[in-house]
């Protein structure tokens, strides 16, 4: 007894460690708490702060924002006018109204600066718009800054870091051998070596994961091929975003974040409207749907772009393929709540569930969306449920890209010459855009002789800046909206090609 007393006496004067008590805050169980979101914000902040650089905090603050921003696409098998109306007292904004007005605009300012461009050169006997000094410009610019901002900063985004580089030239392949000479190796950042990731080489930034038995260095994955020289992708620029005349979209002005009411059901007992988010319509302008279009969207669940090809009213049909029964379903359960009976009755609308690696109905299609399984960079953030960053699912991201290259490649060979493929991705990743979309146009070229443009749509784009933010990172062939805590969707990327043989 004595000598329990004596123990009990000790611990009251000296203390015990933590780690030695097995408390409720153990080391070990401090360092399992980390969640997969945890793990997908390190990750973001350590690759995506390099990418974007300044502009990574904001969108890092509007990516962790419990909501988002959505558009209200109208539902024409209900009752459309209507719920035009009602979504127009609500204060919300016509996307296609928008566009023509700022389009306007533009085209009103352009004509104003080439004019005095053309002027100050006659005062000052230049010959050459090229030479106008700065001091002339800036003249421009007061004169025309004062009431339309953000029209002016549009207008010379040319002279800013906002536009892309001239694309007119074919823009060659890079030597990924080159490049590996040229760069200095992190021998601390690796991969498992299991997983081929090849053919993304100069577009994947060192990143550290750990844990695994099997090491190799990240870059021995990427001395895949050398480049042919005549290996060439042509670039066009496209300078008008078609809008279809029965597709009423509806969103809210920069800064506004009024919420949608949730939609009710209309006369014909189908939803007045389908909310999602204001990137995910791009894409679908992308495709430019035109009346009899037959289209393809290979990765389509849950619905929205599919429901939305639909609301143009102009295919003679659409394919909505998805890979599993539950995502099958999906789309299904939109359709049901939105869709009447006739797309069921006219063979309109066809539901298939099949690996899009897989369909092979090749120049059956002359439009194909490609919006392929990503990171999904908003969603898990705020979700640990299936998260792609759980400790399980580690190889399976680090397969991504490859994927989404093969899908890729699969539609490039599918549509028919003349049509046109869009791809895809709800990630601000460059790895799983650009670098996909160079990996598959390489493939589609070498495995199918498939000869593809790429098209520039940064001046279609232009009158879209006034609500979207396009992120400026160099790249090569796509677009990409990015969020911002006074537009909070996005992100979205997309990519627009065109198959000429």
Known sequence: ???????????????????????????????????????????????????????????RAALLKEESKYIAVVNNFSDTERIRSDLELLGAIHLKNLYDSQKDN?????SKRKSKIEKLQEDNNSTDVVNTSKDQLNEIKKMYSANYPNLLEALNAENTESIKEDTSAPIKLQ????????????????????????????????????????????SDHYKFYDVSDGHKIDVEKESVLSFPGHLHAYTFEKGNNTKFPKPRKGSTGVLDYYLFDGGSILPVLALDIKLGDIVLDMCAAPGGKALTILQTLLPHALVANDISQSRVNRIKNVMNQYISDVYNTEKLLFITERDARAIDEATMFNKILVDVPCTTDRHILHSDENNIFKPSRLKERLKMPEIQSEILTNALKLVSVGGTVVYSTCSLSPIQNDGVVHVALKKAWEENGSVVVIKDMTEALLPLRYIYKFGNIGSKYGHIVIPTLKNNWGPMYFCKMVRIQ
Do not use: C
């Open 1 to 59: 007894m004595a000598l329990l007393l004596n123990k009990l006496k000790f611990r009251q004067f000296a203390k015990v460690p933590v780690r030695y008590k097995h408390g409720k805050e153990h080391w070990a169980k401090l360092k399992k708490k980390k969640t997969a979101k945890d793990k997908a914000l390190e990750h973001f902040d350590e690759f995506y702060a390099a990418v974007y650089e300044n502009n990574w905090l904001d969108i």
């Open 106 to 110: 533009i085209s009103f300012f352009q």
């Open 175 to 218: 030597s990924i051998e080159k490049d590996l000479n040229e760069m200095n190796l992190d021998n601390d950042r690796i991969i498992n070596s299991s997983v081929n990731l090849s053919m993304l080489h100069e577009y994947i930034p060192a990143t550290k994961i750990k844990g695994l038995d099997d090491w190799v260095l990240e």
